[in-house]
Nanobody
């Protein structure tokens, strides 16, 4: 079955960096658009970044443009989110997601930006 496992979250100071990783299995990863979402307490889950199957297209939420970079390794079935210049507003649970498979939400990885 489709499985997505996120890792790499943690506590970081404002201005710091983190790289999130997502290991995918159970589907043809190299043919699947992948996304990162986040959800802060009391807020709706929001799309952060998306990358097409061959990395030709990458889209970002306005709030993270210029600071976050999504990438993937189709040989390892993994997708990454490099996050730089982190702000307290980036604090959230971050989820990897495959839009082709609506039930593919993983357990998420917590990112906390605080001094």
């Amino acid at each position: 079955q489709v499985q997505l496992v996120e890792s790499g979250g943690g506590l970081v100071q404002p201005g710091g960096s983190l790289t999130l990783s997502c290991a995918a299995s159970g589907f043809t990863f190299s043919r699947t658009t992948m996304s990162w979402y986040r959800q802060a307490p009391g807020k709706e889950r929001e799309l952060v970044a998306q990358i097409s199957s061959l990395s030709i297209s990458r889209d970002y939420a306005d709030s993270v443009k210029g600071r976050f970079t999504i990438s993937r390794d189709n040989g390892k079935n993994m997708v990454f989110l490099q996050m730089n210049s982190l702000k307290p507003d980036d604090t959230a649970m971050y989820y990897c997601y495959a839009p082709k498979f609506p039930e593919s939400w993983g357990q998420g990885t917590q990112v906390t930006v605080s001094s």
